[in-house]
């Protein structure tokens, strides 16, 4: 029989986040940093990871061209990747980040998720995620 506090904390709800395509480079590349503990944290349904195919396609294109990965491998880590997240269904287009219009697929994606955080790693001085 399972405990009152134990079905609280089951039906407690999940933090939903939304990762920026560079937490997901990080998350492949550097095993022991921040960014693969949230992708574990994912994969162990400790959180709910979202993101749209706009996000996954824009990953796949950045492994490609800044890594030089072929097209096999690239597949191997979206599919590792997609353990731990969710796609959410992106019905709203936004233009609210001017300084990147790329930014605003993370917003779109945060609004069709009900996202409770955006996460990115993006430490450039313009970067307004």
């Known amino acids: 029989m399972i405990s009152s506090e134990e079905y609280i ?9 939304v990762l920026d395509t560079n937490i997901y480079v990080s998350a492949l590349f550097w095993k022991h940093g921040n960014p693969h503990k949230i992708v574990q944290k994912g ?3 400790e959180i709910e990871i979202f993101a749209s195919e706009e996000i996954i396609e824009e990953l796949r294109e950045i492994l490609k061209r800044d890594f030089n990965e ?17 796609i959410a269904e992106v019905s709203e287009k936004v ?18 998720s009900n996202a409770h ?4 790693r993006n430490l450039t ?5």
């Open 9 to 17: 904390k089951e039906e407690k709800e999940k933090i939903r986040v």
């Open 43 to 45: 994969i162990d349904e």
């Open 70 to 86: 072929d097209d096999e491998l690239i597949r191997r880590q979206i599919n590792f990747l997609l353990l731990s997240i969710d």
């Open 95 to 112: 233009e609210i980040v001017k300084t990147d219009a790329d930014d605003n697929k993370i917003i779109e994606c945060a609004i069709a």
């Open 117 to 120: 955080f955006i996460m990115s």
């Open 125 to 129: 001085e313009n970067h307004t995620l």
